[in-house]
């Protein structure tokens, strides 16, 4: 008995071994996709691996609703798909399409065997079914298995990107907003690509989140020159659409005080010291008053807030800094800076204009220290006997305060202080200043005459500050500080 078992094992084994195998059926698949409405729709006939399968023809019928989809004038398109040596015949008749296709050479690969060419003529809302009344291969071998698809149409968005021009400061950002119409349902990917990388550069693409209208994105000025253009593009499944913006990278330059070099207001008339990089081809002072407006080629404009450009004089040009003065009639507000070198290079800049902004010249040019001052002591014979408040120490190789001898009871000294930003004060009586933090009396706050942008201040020196020392110099114009600067009384 075990023997007959074993012969009925052995032989039903034999028998799975030498039997044929079953082929796997190959799945032949439509998309389900959405696209925009009034625009030509490509549909992949996507399939499984055609390797080793002998697989030399194919025919298939497909249904679609002729109201929402149209056949193009050519129906097909073989480029870059399996069956691109083949020669494949269409045949359209109304909502429907039969091809077959046939070669010499057996097909091989998976993926895209044929594309399909359509025209969405149905509107926004509207979709068609992709129906497979048939599908084979060869004469019916080896089997397929076909999967259905679908085209929704949608409303084909726009795009577009603000500012259209922009002006980017060397090395700095500056913030484009791209704008899509109609906000779509799931998040949309825009890519973005610059005309010149090495000018501007901007990221590959940006996510607007689903539900939203806009995204930002900033591009960076690396390099100056320009116009180069941004192209924003919708991915192919909203339109493709695309829209460009231009922007331009200029140098910028920082403009301060030349009595102190601290921040922003500046005034009206005072004199500026402008810093940045390629501002002029050569550096050269002005050769006398009155000053030039353009010095070794080099320009300087001054746009104020009420759109008025005007030349500034110049004292001084280089490459690395420029001293001017900011023009009369300047009214105050924000105001635009515009370098014009004599190679043409542009730089720009911004300040905030005041009608008064004190600052007092040092000894040293630092906006510390002593102050670049003189003392006049008024004998009561008439003589007048003049000290230089400060020295050059070489010693110590810094300036250094020289003591004022206020004389004899009967001596009248007078400071003269130096500084800009102060000539346009409401009134005389809005110039107060401290001497070690004894009030002084001022005669006199304007123009001083003989320099450009140069500010005088004529101020009685109270006999109090008689043995002070080095003492603090405290000035207020129109309730604005100035610098701190110091003085040394005998």
């Not at 009925?8 to 059926?25: C, E, G, R, S, V």
């Not at 149905?122 to 599908?135: D, E, H, R």
Request: aromatic letters at 6%.
């Amino acid at each position: 008995m075990r023997q007959i078992w074993a012969i009925l094992t052995m032989l039903f084994i034999t028998l799975l071994l030498t039997a044929p195998i079953q082929a796997q059926a190959i799945q032949v698949s439509l998309p389900t996709t959405a696209v925009p409405a009034s625009t030509p729709v490509t549909v992949a006939v996507t399939a499984g691996d055609l390797t080793g399968r002998g697989i030399i023809a194919f025919d298939f019928d497909l249904l679609f609703d002729p109201a929402i989809l149209q056949i193009q004038a050519t129906p097909i398109d073989q480029s870059g798909t399996l069956s691109s040596a083949m020669t494949v015949t269409p045949n359209v008749t109304t909502g429907r399409i039969r091809v077959s296709g046939f070669g010499t050479v057996a097909l091989t690969g998976s993926g895209t065997l044929l594309k399909l060419n359509f025209n969405a003529i149905g509107s926004a809302g509207s979709g068609s079914n992709l129906i497979w009344q048939k599908f084979q291969f060869n004469e019916g071998t080896p089997q397929t298995t076909t999967v259905n698809g679908r085209i929704d149409l949608i409303s084909a968005s726009d795009i577009s990107i603000s500012p259209s021009n922009q002006t980017i400061l060397l090395t700095r950002d500056a913030t484009f907003t791209v704008t899509i119409n109609p906000v779509q349902a799931g998040a949309t990917t825009i890519t973005l690509a610059s005309s010149n990388p090495a000018l501007v550069s901007v990221p590959a693409s940006i996510s607007i989140p689903a539900g939203v209208a806009t995204g930002n994105f900033k591009a960076l000025g690396s390099a100056p020159g320009g116009p180069v253009t941004i192209t924003a593009g919708l991915p192919s499944g909203l339109g493709g659409k695309t829209a460009t913006a231009t922007a331009n990278v200029i140098r910028i330059v920082a403009c301060f005080s030349a009595a102190h070099y601290w921040g922003e207001p500046l005034a009206i008339e005072s004199i500026v010291a402008m810093f940045g990089v390629d501002m002029a081809t050569t550096s050269m002072g002005a050769p006398g008053v009155p000053l030039p407006t353009i010095l070794g080629g080099t320009k300087v404009e001054v746009r104020d807030a009420n759109g008025t450009t005007r030349l500034a004089p110049l004292f001084y040009v280089s490459p690395g800094q420029i001293n001017y003065q900011i023009p009369e009639g300047t009214v105050p507000g924000s105001v635009t800076i515009t370098v014009t070198s004599g190679n043409g290079t542009v730089s720009i800049g911004s300040m905030a204009v005041s009608t008064v902004a004190p600052g007092v010249f040092t000894a040293d040019s630092s906006g510390n220290g002593v102050a670049a001052a003189w003392a006049y002591r008024y004998k009561a014979d008439g003589s007048v006997i003049p000290t230089l408040a400060f020295t050059f120490d070489t010693a110590l190789q810094k300036y250094v305060s020289v003591p004022i001898d206020l004389g004899a009871e009967s001596d009248v000294t007078y400071l003269l202080l130096f500084g800009t930003g102060i000539r346009y004060r409401s009134s005389l009586s809005t110039t107060i200043i401290k001497l070690g933090g004894t009030d002084a009396r001022v005669d006199y706050a304007g123009p001083q005459g003989d320099y450009v942008g140069l500010d005088q201040m004529n101020i009685l020196v109270p006999r109090s500050l008689i043995g002070r020392g080095e003492v603090d110099v405290v000035l207020t114009v129109d309730n604005k500080p100035a610098n701190l600067v110091r003085l040394n009384f005998k």
